[in-house]
């Protein structure tokens, strides 16, 4: 079976007809991923049995019109916990773990019905820009396989971009879900902060994570970010707004006529690939074309997101980190004399170097001494940052720019100098550190490789961002084009 | 090299996270976190004066529950996890070295 080419619509239309059983659909996917996976590695686990049982069980019940995700599969980033299905965060130290309950979001779409087919990969903890920090294996990108994939959702943006899964969830603390999306030609969001309960998202950054869609196309991910947003008693940061139905106004009517658009001159400055700068100006020449006005703005404080960022995330990722210590769950070492031992030496064995080093960082941060020169001054800077986009959004209705200054770099290239990968975040950082919606989707090639555009909105208007998107996307043949794999495409 | 953070440093700050490294590792992080730390010390071109800090960006603030107690009859399920149990317990090493103990 062939369900490259088909999106959530188009599946479920065919399940509710019976032209295809849900049963049919998922081991479809498996024999899929079994032909694409060793070229691509974007799963760290497969829910094969537990999978075609819930696929019988939802086809012998009926689906119906109303349950728009009925029996089709969805892969889930391996730091989101999945009840008896192992939970590895890619570390050794949670190696063997299986949760004994399901993060919210994964609960949402299994109440939608919708079918875990696995787990993917990403960088250790969700710690890094390329998957590379994995400490199981390394995910290739979906266009080209001597390339990353990005990260830190590797590989749930490698497997939908490989057309294994038409949609996955990925997560985001600094850009981990726009910018693979951008890597690998394919949609991404990350929602406005509270937007997706964090409940059972293994905690890097809390005041910066959130849980969000990668899909083919725009209309695919608004309807999975309906389904799994909303206000959770058990994640107080979750809001109370109420969830609209994002994928509702897409359709013909959509238009992008009078809203206007900022472009941060700071978005196309220097260390921006020229086929990037010139796929998103040609963008803002479509947008203008479809009677949008794009003015260019200025976010003067964004070169100092990066430095910011990684005070703030990773103090808060020494705090979060505290809790993997060998005692209750995870990797413990055996070489120990007495319990001071079990802490220190389960976690410098379990633990790979980045994340020590955020770790580190992190502690420094936070250390007597230096919490006001560092933790306090990135947390004031913070707020700077927030004022900026405050000043912009309050006259624009989105902010569009790239997504990250290059396409996808080779595998191997950047994994030896922090700060250059660092850097690369310096386009998505500042959304999470201000806690807006960012959306990525495919805007141009650069050498055969996608090159994304992300959408900026103002807080919980994801929305207008989706129609913006969608209306994109119908006047553009980007997210049309589809790597070559070999096998199904 | 090392001007924002030392070797001695750096093991203290491993010392707090719970963290040893050897001496070819120290080689290796006491300079990538010292020019990490001259990136963080780029914000001080920042003027804040005035700024408040922002903690969270949150819109739910002071959400107040009450303070019940819940088994969740999961302690079976939860020991599965553990890497030694014993009768309903997490089993660690003494905390006292053993070998002291002997």
Same mark, same amino acid.
């Given at each position: 079976?062939?369900?490259?080419?088909?999106d959530l619509a188009?599946l479920h239309?065919?399940?509710?007809?019976?032209?295809?059983?849900?049963?049919?659909?998922?081991?479809?996917?498996?024999?899929?991923?079994?032909?694409?996976?060793?070229?691509?590695?974007?799963?760290?686990?497969?829910?094969?049995?537990?999978?075609?049982?819930?696929?019988?069980?939802?086809?012998?019940?009926?689906i119906?019109?109303d349950q728009p995700l009925a029996g089709i599969p969805v892969a889930i980033?391996?730091?989101i916990?999945?009840?008896?299905?192992?939970? /590895?965060?890619?570390?050794?130290?949670?190696?063997?773990?299986?949760?004994?309950?399901d993060a919210t979001a994964t609960e949402k779409l299994a109440a939608a019905q919708m079918v875990t087919?696995?787990?993917?990969?990403?960088?250790?903890?969700?710690?890094?820009?390329?998957?590379?920090?994995?400490?199981?294996?390394? /995910?290739?990108?979906?266009?080209?396989?001597?390339?990353?994939?990005?990260?830190?959702?590797?590989?749930?943006?490698?497997?939908?971009?490989?057309?294994?899964v038409v949609a996955a969830l990925g997560?985001?603390?600094?850009?981990?879900?726009?910018?693979?999306?951008?890597?690998?030609?394919?949609?991404?969001m990350?929602p406005?902060?509270?937007r997706v309960s964090?409940?059972?998202?293994?905690?890097?950054?809390?005041?910066?994570?959130q849980i969000g869609p990668l899909t083919?196309?725009v209309k695919d991910n608004a309807t999975i970010l309906s389904a799994i947003a909303g206000h959770d008693?058990?994640?107080?940061?979750s809001?109370?707004?109420a969830v609209p139905n994002f994928a509702g106004?897409l359709?013909?009517?959509?238009?992008?006529?009078?809203?206007?658009?900022?472009?941060?001159?700071?978005?196309?400055?220097?260390?921006?690939?020229?086929?990037?700068?010139?796929?998103?100006?040609?963008?803002?020449? /479509?947008?203008?074309?479809?009677?949008?006005?794009?003015?260019?703005?200025?976010?003067?404080?964004?070169?100092?997101?990066?430095?910011?960022?990684?005070?703030?995330?990773?103090?808060?990722?020494?705090?979060?980190?505290?809790?993997?210590?060998?005692?209750?769950?995870?990797?413990?070492?055996?070489?120990?004399?007495?319990?001071?031992?079990?802490?220190?030496?389960?976690?410098?064995?379990?633990?790979?170097?980045?994340?020590?080093?955020?770790?580190?960082?992190?502690?420094?941060?936070?250390?007597?001494?230096?919490?006001?020169?560092?933790?306090?001054?990135?947390?004031?800077?913070?707020?700077?940052?927030?004022?900026?986009?405050?000043?912009?959004?309050?006259?624009?209705?989105?902010?569009?720019?790239?997504?990250?200054?290059?396409?996808?770099?080779?595998?191997?290239?950047?994994?030896?100098?922090?700060? /250059?990968?660092?850097?690369?975040?310096?386009?998505?950082?500042?959304?999470?550190?201000?806690?807006?919606?960012?959306?990525?989707?495919?805007?141009?090639?650069?050498?055969?490789?996608?090159?994304?555009?992300?959408?900026?909105?103002?807080?919980?208007?994801e929305s207008?961002?989706y129609?913006?998107?969608?209306?994109?996307?119908?006047?553009?043949?980007?997210?049309?084009?589809?790597?070559?794999?070999?096998?199904?495409? | 090299?090392?001007?924002?953070?030392?070797?001695?440093?750096?093991?203290?700050?491993?010392?707090?996270?719970?963290?040893?490294?050897?001496?070819?590792?120290?080689?290796?992080?006491?300079?990538?976190?010292?020019?990490?730390?001259?990136?963080?010390?780029?914000?001080?071109?920042?003027?804040?004066?005035?700024?408040?800090?922002?903690?969270?960006?949150?819109?739910?603030?002071?959400?107040?529950?009450?303070?019940?107690?819940?088994?969740?009859?999961?302690?079976?399920?939860?020991?599965?996890?553990?890497?030694?149990?014993?009768?309903?317990?997490?089993?660690?090493?003494?905390?006292?070295?053993?070998?002291?103990?002997?």
């Amino acid at each position: 079976m062939n369900y490259f080419k088909q999106d959530l619509a188009s599946l479920h239309a065919d399940l509710v007809a019976k032209k295809i059983s849900s049963k049919e659909l998922t081991q479809a996917t498996f024999d899929n991923i079994k032909a694409t996976d060793p070229k691509i590695d974007a799963f760290l686990a497969l829910n094969e049995e537990a999978a075609l049982d819930q696929a019988t069980k939802i086809d012998a019940a009926g689906i119906k019109d109303d349950q728009p995700l009925a029996g089709i599969p969805v892969a889930i980033k391996d730091n989101i916990v999945t009840k008896d299905l192992t939970t /590895t965060a890619a570390s050794k130290i949670l190696a063997n773990f299986k949760p004994v309950y399901d993060a919210t979001a994964t609960e949402k779409l299994a109440a939608a019905q919708m079918v875990t087919v696995g787990k993917t990969n990403l960088d250790e903890f969700a710690m890094g820009g390329s998957t590379e920090t994995s400490a199981f294996k390394q /995910t290739k990108n979906a266009w080209d396989q001597t390339k990353v994939p990005g990260g830190s959702s590797g590989g749930s943006a490698a497997a939908v971009a490989s057309g294994q899964v038409v949609a996955a969830l990925g997560t985001d603390t600094g850009g981990s879900i726009r910018q693979p999306a951008s890597f690998n030609g394919v949609v991404g969001m990350k929602p406005t902060y509270g937007r997706v309960s964090r409940w059972g998202l293994i905690a890097f950054g809390s005041s910066l994570d959130q849980i969000g869609p990668l899909t083919r196309g725009v209309k695919d991910n608004a309807t999975i970010l309906s389904a799994i947003a909303g206000h959770d008693d058990h994640d107080l940061t979750s809001s109370t707004q109420a969830v609209p139905n994002f994928a509702g106004d897409l359709n013909d009517a959509a238009s992008v006529k009078g809203l206007r658009i900022g472009l941060p001159k700071e978005f196309l400055a220097e260390g921006v690939d020229d086929d990037v700068k010139n796929a998103i100006l040609a963008a803002a020449d /479509t947008y203008r074309k479809l009677g949008a006005t794009v003015d260019e703005v200025s976010l003067p404080h964004n070169k100092y997101g990066v430095a910011a960022y990684y005070i703030i995330a990773s103090s808060e990722a020494s705090s979060n980190l505290q809790r993997f210590d060998g005692i209750r769950y995870g990797y413990r070492a055996q070489d120990v004399k007495n319990l001071e031992d079990v802490y220190v030496k389960s976690r410098s064995e379990g633990f790979g170097d980045e994340v020590k080093r955020r770790i580190m960082l992190g502690t420094f941060s936070l250390s007597a001494g230096f919490y006001d020169a560092y933790f306090l001054k990135a947390a004031k800077v913070r707020t700077v940052i927030i004022n900026d986009f405050k000043a912009v959004l309050k006259d624009h209705d989105f902010i569009m720019g790239p997504v990250a200054p290059t396409p996808a770099f080779d595998l191997g290239a950047e994994i030896q100098d922090p700060i /250059t990968m660092y850097m690369n975040d310096i386009l998505t950082i500042p959304v999470n550190l201000a806690g807006l919606p960012g959306l990525s989707l495919p805007a141009g090639f650069s050498n055969n490789l996608p090159v994304g555009m992300q959408l900026i909105g103002r807080p919980f208007d994801e929305s207008t961002l989706y129609k913006a998107g969608y209306v994109f996307e119908q006047n553009t043949d980007f997210h049309l084009q589809v790597p070559t794999l070999g096998g199904q495409n | 090299m090392a001007n924002r953070i030392n070797r001695d440093q750096v093991q203290h700050v491993a010392g707090l996270a719970k963290l040893e490294f050897t001496d070819a590792q120290l080689d290796a992080f006491t300079p990538q976190l010292d020019d990490i730390i001259g990136l963080f010390e780029t914000l001080s071109e920042v003027d804040t004066d005035g700024v408040e800090a922002t903690s969270s960006v949150s819109d739910q603030l002071n959400v107040m529950r009450e303070d019940v107690a819940d088994d969740w009859g999961q302690s079976h399920a939860l020991l599965k996890n553990a890497p030694d149990a014993a009768r309903g317990f997490i089993k660690v090493p003494a905390i006292i070295d053993e070998s002291e103990d002997n």
